[in-house]
């Protein structure tokens, strides 16, 4: 990649400071943003003539990017949003060969080391996941947690991020994790846009910054539009510092400090992040620096122009206030530069990030046209073969003659070459087969790899110890069987913290951390307000910093709160950064039936649709809970673990090694063998069903029953094919909505696992009802499955395989 002088923002200390030194600093900042602006220009170019799929960019933001930049320190976080280029380039976490990569969608990290490829432009992060699954050391690092592209979706997680310095800080059995952090100095900085800041998750982890006293510096981006939408219409008063005054710290509160300043005056920018975030970082404090007067010279995407919704005074009023316009006003009236100096550097400037996009380009390209060559010679070598031969060259052609090809046009064409010799017997079609499917191969790694860590750390290679009970094994409840689990687990690993709504001081609503806080302090066992969404992002921050969160959500029916953070966030990191970044959070919530439309939720089909990337554990008992526990907190990858809401109270024997055994995810488990008909269900639907087999035994009827006990992964041994091989019948129980948890099982046993091949009947699902449940035991019994309708369920189909055995019931 091409060079130039300094790649970074040097900072200014004021002690030893020559006016030579500072004139570097500065005409070195302008230089970076000055390339940053031209980075954002020509990417526009590029998205505009077909290069690249969309654009959205930094200019209009570079200065104060500058300043943030000078104040952000190794062992530092960023979470923030698509218009930090600025910044990325000022710290060295990216560069341009890295920015252009990325809006190319070059599929290689060591090209887009952000996402390989995979996330729109702008979008960044830097790897702690070193290739073998182990951390890398944060500590000595600048560090970037992954960019999501939905506006404000990433506060939730700034919040976890800050919350780790205030916990290293704080609690001294964690000193010895130096490669996460030096006493809790990191700040975590976050970046906003004006209009996103009318978000929920905004306010939400506004106020809980602000009761947790945790280092997290938020800069609102204020550009007074959001796309079309003025700040008029986006927040009272049409200011956001302005409205979060009642935030501010006062003389015995808590609370933030707040700065206001132009995102085109540099010398404030630089005064204001200097004095905002050494009070952040010793103090603890969170602060809001609110920059104002922002532009957006190109607009706000390559989607549309701005000319389309500004007035003609507000495009002038921009082009006048443009950031870097008056940085180089300020530095000829200052004597820093002059004009002609200037010129120079700009011209040189166009020129280098022109060379820096120029040779991204070609990195793709020429990987690509490798490819096509193979492709078209071996689609040459067929049409030498084929009676079909004008219609393959004409594939080459095609083939040769593609403007900007990408990699999908050469597989794409082989595809269409073996389909159009399908029936032909030649000779050179096995060279073409082999060609595609090693593409396939590698494509499958470029594209489709990494939706979990997947290294030796990996959840699903903790080795499997089988609960063990002493002869007079106590029988207690279900909830103390977890709380013994929690005890040992949070004994063991000091990293460990738990926290959520109840979950400190009583110990959660069901008792699973009762005296727990007491023992280990409120540090590690921690109430929060109600906030799902930011205590799902602060087990996401504290997990990205190699602490191991319980982060509780009280309910599942709650979990809606807090889903936008686990499918946007949670679930994509892994995915979004190629393996380059983890986070082991433990969800861990109670659902299924209860009382009442809101404590009876079960929606497992919306959950698996919204969060693929997070283990999906639902543990018919405690004891099962407590394995699944013990197995995720030796891994290194999320997970949600809903437990049977109506199964604390229930007597269940205690393990001698309650927090040692665990139970595989994957693995289903055959709880009662019979010949007649496989049941598949999971969580408290077992009990029902159980209870159903015993009335099926008096008709006759011997149902094999299955508990997957994770719903993702899915049985990995097959046990449901198996059983189907020897009852021919399938019936799949939930108290999900009709085509939810129990559609997905479907496809996966008769799809997945090729049930379909030994069905004798009708595969059926026996739901819940499409609406919520109804309170009361009579609500309960007309809305979710029942033991009678579980009977009559199994008879149906056994009626249907033999209806003189078994008679219609009705
Ligand atoms: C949750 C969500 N809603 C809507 C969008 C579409 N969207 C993308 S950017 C944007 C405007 C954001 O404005 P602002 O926060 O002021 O940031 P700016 O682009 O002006 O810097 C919108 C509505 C989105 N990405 N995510
Ligand atoms: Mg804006």
């Given at each position: 990649?091409?060079?130039?002088?300094?790649n970074?923002t040097?900072?200014f200390?004021?002690?030893?400071?020559?006016?030579?030194?500072?004139?570097k600093?500065?005409?070195?900042?302008y230089?970076?943003?000055f390339?940053s602006?031209?980075?954002?220009?020509?990417?526009?170019?590029?998205v505009?003539?077909?290069?690249?799929?969309?654009?959205?960019?930094?200019?209009?933001?570079?200065?104060?990017?500058?300043?943030?930049?000078?104040?952000?320190?190794?062992g530092?976080?960023?979470?923030?949003?698509?218009?930090d280029?600025t910044?990325m380039?000022a710290?060295?976490?990216?560069?341009?060969?890295?920015?252009?990569?990325?809006l190319?969608?070059?599929?290689d990290?060591?090209?887009?080391?952000?996402?390989a490829?995979?996330q729109?432009?702008c979008?960044?992060a830097t790897?702690?996941?070193?290739?073998?699954?182990?951390?890398a050391?944060?500590s000595?690092?600048l560090?970037?947690?992954?960019?999501?592209?939905t506006?404000?979706?990433?506060?939730?997680?700034?919040?976890?991020?800050?919350?780790?310095?205030?916990l290293?800080r704080?609690?001294?059995e964690?000193e010895?994790?130096?490669?996460?952090?030096v006493?809790g100095?990191?700040?975590a900085?976050?970046?906003?846009?004006?209009?996103?800041?009318?978000?929920?998750?905004?306010?939400?982890?506004?106020?809980?910054?602000?009761?947790?006293q945790?280092?997290?510096?938020?800069s609102?981006?204020?550009?007074?539009?959001?796309?079309?939408?003025?700040?008029?219409?986006q927040?009272?008063?049409e200011?956001i510092?302005e409205?979060?005054k009642?935030f501010?710290?006062?003389?015995?509160?808590?609370?933030?400090e707040?700065f206001?300043?132009?995102?085109?005056?540099?010398?404030?920018l630089?005064?204001?992040?200097?004095r905002?975030?050494?009070?952040?970082?010793?103090?603890?404090?969170p602060?809001?620096?609110?920059v104002t007067e922002?532009?957006?010279?190109q607009g706000?995407s390559?989607s549309?122009s701005h000319e389309?919704y500004?007035?003609?005074d507000?495009?002038a009023?921009?082009?006048?206030?443009d950031?870097?316009?008056?940085m180089?006003k300020?530095?000829?009236?200052?004597?820093i530069?002059?004009d002609?100096?200037?010129?120079?550097l700009?011209a040189?400037?166009?020129k280098?990030?022109?060379?820096?996009?120029?040779?991204a380009?070609?990195n793709?390209?020429?990987?690509?046209k490798i490819?096509?060559?193979?492709?078209?010679?071996?689609?040459?070598?067929?049409?030498?073969?084929s009676?079909?031969?004008?219609?393959?060259?004409k594939i080459i052609t095609?083939?040769?003659?593609?403007?900007d090809?990408?990699?999908?046009?050469?597989?794409?064409?082989?595809?269409k070459a073996?389909?159009?010799?399908?029936?032909?017997?030649?000779?050179?079609?096995?060279?073409?087969i082999?060609?595609l499917k090693?593409?396939?191969?590698k494509?499958?790694?470029?594209?489709n790899?990494k939706?979990?860590?997947?290294?030796?750390?990996?959840p699903m290679?903790?080795?499997?110890?089988?609960?063990?009970?002493?002869?007079?094994?106590?029988?207690i409840?279900?909830?103390?069987?977890l709380?013994?689990?929690?005890?040992a687990?949070f004994e063991r690993?000091?990293?460990?913290?738990?926290?959520?709504?109840?979950?400190?001081?009583?110990?959660?609503v069901?008792q699973?951390?009762?005296?727990?806080?007491?023992?280990?302090?409120?540090?590690?066992?921690?109430?929060?307000?109600?906030r799902?969404?930011?205590?799902?992002?602060?087990g996401?921050?504290?997990?990205?910093?190699?602490?191991?969160?319980?982060a509780?959500?009280?309910?599942?029916?709650?979990?809606?709160?807090?889903?936008?953070?686990?499918?946007?966030?949670?679930?994509t990191?892994?995915?979004?950064?190629?393996?380059?970044?983890k986070?082991?959070?433990?969800?861990?919530?109670?659902g299924?039936?209860?009382?009442?439309?809101?404590?009876?939720?079960?929606?497992?089909?919306?959950?698996?649709?919204a969060v693929?990337?997070?283990h999906i554990?639902v543990?018919?008992?405690m004891t099962q809970a407590?394995?699944?526990y013990?197995?995720?907190?030796?891994g290194?990858?999320?997970a949600?673990v809903?437990?049977?809401?109506n199964?604390?109270?229930?007597?269940?024997?205690?393990?001698s090694?309650?927090?040692e055994?665990?139970?595989?995810?994957?693995?289903a488990?055959?709880l009662?063998?019979g010949?007649?008909?496989?049941?598949?269900?999971?969580?408290?639907?077992l009990?029902?069903?159980?209870?159903a087999a015993?009335?099926?035994e008096?008709?006759?009827?011997?149902?094999?029953i299955?508990d997957?006990?994770?719903?993702y992964?899915?049985?990995?041994?097959?046990?449901?094919?198996?059983?189907?091989?020897?009852t021919?019948?399938?019936l799949?129980?939930?108290?999900?909505?009709?085509?939810?948890?129990?559609?997905y099982?479907?496809q996966?046993?008769?799809?997945e696992?090729k049930g379909?091949f030994?069905?004798?009947?009708?595969?059926?699902t026996l739901?819940?009802?499409e609406?919520?449940?109804?309170?009361g035991?009579d609500?309960?019994?007309?809305?979710?499955p029942?033991?009678?309708?579980?009977v009559?369920?199994v008879?149906?189909?056994m009626?249907e395989?033999?209806?003189?055995?078994?008679?219609?019931?009705?």
């Open positions: 990649m091409p060079e130039t002088a300094a970074v040097s900072r200390n004021a002690a030893e400071l020559s006016f030579d030194d500072f004139q600093i500065v005409i070195n900042d230089r970076i943003a390339e602006r031209q980075a954002s220009i020509l990417g526009r170019r590029e505009l003539t077909g290069k690249a799929k969309f654009g959205i960019f930094g200019d209009g933001k570079e200065v104060a990017q500058l300043a943030m930049a000078k104040a952000f320190r190794q530092d976080w960023r979470a923030g949003y698509y218009r280029q910044f380039f710290t060295g976490m990216s560069n341009l060969n890295e920015f252009f990569s990325q190319y969608a070059h599929p990290i060591a090209r887009d080391p952000a996402s490829g995979r729109m432009n979008h960044y790897r702690f996941v070193n290739a073998d699954g182990t951390w050391n944060q000595e690092a560090n970037c947690s992954a960019d999501i592209s506006t404000g979706g990433h506060m939730p997680r700034l919040l976890g991020l800050a919350y780790a310095s205030k290293y704080q609690n001294k964690l010895y994790l130096k490669q996460f952090s006493n100095n990191e700040v900085f976050g970046t906003i846009g004006n209009g996103a800041t009318s978000e929920g998750l905004f306010f939400e982890t506004f106020n809980a910054a602000g009761v947790l945790v280092p997290m510096a938020i609102v981006w204020d550009d007074a539009y959001a796309i079309s939408v003025p700040a008029k219409l927040t009272t008063k200011d510092s409205i979060l009642g501010q710290r006062e003389h015995g509160t808590n609370g933030y707040i206001k300043v132009r995102g085109w005056d540099y010398v404030a630089c005064e204001t992040y200097e905002a975030i050494d009070l952040c970082r010793n103090e603890h404090v602060v809001l620096i609110h922002m532009t957006q010279p706000h390559t549309g389309r500004k007035s003609k507000r495009l009023w921009e082009n006048e206030h950031c870097l316009l008056q180089r300020w530095m000829i009236e200052s004597a530069s002059t002609e100096e200037l010129d120079e700009e040189t400037a166009k280098f990030v022109r060379d820096c996009q120029k040779e380009w070609n793709l390209q020429d990987e690509i490819e096509l060559q193979q492709v078209a010679g071996l689609i040459a070598e067929l049409a030498n073969e009676e079909l031969s004008d219609a393959l060259q095609e083939l040769n003659t593609c403007i090809p990408g990699r999908k046009d050469g597989v794409s064409a082989g595809r073996l389909r159009l010799t399908a029936k032909e017997k030649l000779y050179s079609r096995q060279a073409l082999n060609w090693l593409e396939e191969e494509n499958n790694e470029r594209f790899s939706l979990f860590s997947g290294t030796m750390h990996s290679n903790v080795p499997v110890v089988p609960a063990q009970y002493e002869l007079d094994a106590k029988m409840d279900g909830r103390e069987v709380n013994a689990c929690f005890d687990n690993d000091k990293t460990i913290v738990a926290f959520g709504e109840d979950v400190g001081a009583i110990g959660d069901n699973g951390f009762a005296g727990l806080q007491q023992k280990y302090s409120d540090l590690r066992i921690t109430d929060t307000g109600i799902e969404a930011t205590i799902i992002g602060q996401l921050g504290l997990a990205i910093r190699g602490l191991r969160p319980i509780e959500i009280q309910y599942l029916d709650y979990l809606l709160y807090g889903v936008t953070v686990l499918s946007d966030d949670l679930a990191l892994s995915y979004r950064t190629r393996g380059g970044q986070a082991p959070v433990i969800v861990r919530t109670r299924h039936r209860l009382e009442g439309i809101w404590h009876s939720g079960s929606p497992m089909g919306m959950l698996l649709g693929r990337g997070i554990c543990p018919r008992n407590a394995g699944m013990n197995t995720l907190l030796r290194d990858e999320p949600l809903i437990e049977s809401l199964g604390y109270r229930l007597k269940e024997k205690l393990p090694n309650v927090g055994f665990t139970v595989p995810l994957g693995e488990e055959i009662l063998e010949s007649d008909l496989t049941v598949v269900s999971y969580g408290s639907t009990r029902i069903v159980q209870e015993e009335e099926l008096k008709l006759d009827i011997h149902i094999e299955i997957p006990q994770t719903l992964p899915f049985d990995k041994q097959h046990v449901c094919l198996a059983s189907l091989k020897k021919n019948k399938l799949v129980v939930d108290e999900d909505m009709p085509g939810g948890g129990s559609a099982i479907l996966k046993i008769l799809e696992q379909y030994h069905l004798d009947a009708q595969p059926r739901p819940a009802k609406h919520r449940p109804p309170y035991t609500g309960d019994y007309f809305s979710k029942s033991p009678d309708d579980v009559e369920a008879y149906a189909i009626h395989a033999n209806p003189l055995k078994f008679p219609a019931l009705f």
